[in-house]
């Protein structure tokens, strides 16, 4: 991926250079025609073409932020209510991710949901030990974060 953007830099300010002009506009045409000419060649990259990741992080990062306003709102509900009443437990979450940067985001991503904190992540790095503060509510919202987050993270990095 890091190869595929600067090659389409380095198309662009050839493109620019190339112009009549030296501008802002004729490096983002040029860009635009960076693209267009890397996505003709993308079959001799051995990677992804790179504006699919980059697709990809922009849709997690829409999926992070919805998470975080959901969580935001629970909090305050949980605050707000009158009396706490909360049942919390542990459980085990198996995953399916490789890499230490896939379980870590995904672990960071699950403590987003309220009242669950990632205690431990097994040595062979697919099981992760979560606590919950309200033991049924809890374990029903981790699960469903996480299945949408592994397809986000996967989606990323693969």
């Given at each position: 991926?890091?190869?595929?953007?600067?090659?389409?830099?380095?198309?662009?300010?050839?493109?620019?250079?190339?112009?009549?002009?030296?501008?802002?506009?004729?490096?983002?045409?040029?860009?635009?025609?960076?693209?267009?000419?890397?996505?003709?060649?993308?079959?001799?990259?051995?990677?992804?073409?790179?504006?699919?990741?980059?697709?990809a992080m922009?849709?997690?990062?829409?999926?992070?932020?919805?998470?975080?306003?959901?969580?935001?709102?629970?909090?305050?509900?949980?605050?707000?209510?009158?009396?706490?009443?909360?049942?919390?437990?542990?459980?085990?979450?198996?995953?399916?991710?490789?890499?230490?940067?896939?379980?870590?985001?995904?672990?960071?991503?699950?403590?987003?949901?309220?009242?669950?904190?990632?205690?431990?992540v097994t040595?062979?790095?697919?099981?992760?030990?979560?606590?919950?503060?309200?033991?049924?509510?809890?374990?029903?919202?981790?699960?469903?974060?996480?299945?949408?987050?592994?397809?986000?993270?996967?989606?990323?990095t693969r």
């Amino acid at each position: 991926m890091p190869v595929q953007v600067l090659l389409n830099i380095f198309i662009a300010y050839l493109w620019m250079f190339l112009q009549e002009e030296m501008s802002i506009l004729s490096f983002i045409s040029g860009y635009f025609v960076g693209l267009f000419i890397l996505l003709c060649i993308r079959r001799f990259f051995n990677t992804r073409f790179y504006i699919f990741t980059l697709i990809a992080m922009g849709k997690l990062f829409i999926l992070f932020i919805h998470e975080l306003n959901i969580s935001a709102m629970m909090v305050v509900k949980h605050v707000l209510r009158p009396k706490i009443d909360v049942k919390p437990g542990i459980f085990k979450v198996e995953t399916d991710l490789e890499g230490d940067l896939e379980i870590t985001l995904l672990s960071l991503l699950i403590c987003l949901t309220p009242g669950s904190v990632v205690m431990e992540v097994t040595p062979n790095s697919k099981e992760m030990y979560i606590h919950g503060l309200n033991m049924p509510e809890s374990m029903d919202s981790v699960l469903k974060s996480k299945s949408v987050f592994e397809k986000a993270i996967k989606d990323v990095t693969r």
